[in-house]
Nanobody
Framework: QVQLVESGGGLVQAGGSLRLSCAAS????????MGWFRQAPGKEREFVTA????????YYADSVEGRFTISRDNAENTVYLQMNSLKPEDTAIYYC????????????????????WGQGTQVTVSS
């Protein structure tokens, strides 16, 4: 079993930055591919970004490409989401997700591919 705990959410003005963290426990972190998803009120949970277990490969949704950066520290069992140039439409609950990766350089973009989820952290961007 894998436990995921997100932190770092909050209220920020448009154009500002936030860094989310997701601490993992319960399994060797380097065996997990990780992802971030978000869910705005009244909308479905959507993919934001993903990173392979090796950290060598990443992928971003078009809506965040160039503004958000995913990274991981396997020594700290933590994945990060650096969010810059935030927009009001980025307001959502952000969820960290994990899946046991059979290939070290593979990332996953679909919700159903992930087995483990955090409880979410609220990000609110004011205009």
């Amino acid at each position: 079993q894998v436990q995921l705990v997100e932190s770092g959410g909050g209220l920020v003005q448009a154009g500002g930055s936030l860094r989310l963290s997701c601490a993992a426990s319960g399994r060797t972190f380097s065996s997990l591919a990780m992802g971030w998803f978000r869910q705005a009120p009244g909308k479905e949970r959507e993919f934001v970004t993903a990173i392979s277990s090796s950290g060598s490969n990443t992928y971003y949704a078009d809506s965040v490409e160039g503004r958000f950066t995913i990274s991981r520290d396997n020594a700290e069992n933590t994945v990060y989401l650096q969010m810059n140039s935030l927009k009001p439409e980025d307001t959502a609950i952000y969820y960290c997700a994990a899946v046991i990766a059979y290939y070290r350089n593979t990332y996953y973009v679909r919700r159903y591919e992930y087995n483990y989820w955090g409880q979410g952290t609220q990000v609110t961007v004011s205009s």
